[in-house]
């Protein structure tokens, strides 16, 4: 008579487990992948931020290697590792402060429902616009 009463609790405990797992999981993942765009973003940021500093630099100090913006362009992307820009993503002006180099890159995250609709930046994207100037 103690075994009907053992798997009338197996059951119900089965039951809820599968509960709290449906329940918690959409959570864990959100979580898992939410820290995962963090880390891309964190990383897309920092290396657009390099770039463009090296770039500014060199249209700075090295006017025959990037004497012209296209070469400047250039220099970014090659300084841009990893990441799929091309050199429209670049723009460089001369500025009171010195070669000044702007960044535009459209991230696209792998959580949907966050993310701009702003603009013409496609839904679960954000615009990354990283900007430095080097004194000439």
């Known amino acids: 008579m103690t075994n009907g009463g053992k798997s009338s609790t197996i059951a119900a405990t089965a039951g809820s487990m599968a509960l709290e797992y449906g329940l918690l999981l959409p959570a864990l993942l959100l979580l898992t992948f939410g820290t995962m765009d963090a880390g891309r973003l964190i990383w897309t940021y920092t290396t657009l931020h390099r770039a463009v500093e090296a770039s500014a630099r060199c249209a700075a100090i090295n006017p025959i ?19 799929p820009v091309t050199s429209d993503t670049f723009s460089t002006q001369i500025q009171s402060c010195g070669a000044k180099v702007t960044a535009t890159y459209n991230f696209s995250l792998l959580i949907p429902w966050f ?12 615009t990354l616009t990283v900007s430095s100037c080097y004194p000439m």
């Open 115 to 126: 993310g701009g609709t702003s603009g013409d930046a496609p839904p679960n994207t954000l």
């Open 65 to 83: 290697a990037c004497g012209t913006p296209a070469k400047v362009a250039d220099r970014a992307v090659s300084e841009a590792w990893g990441l």
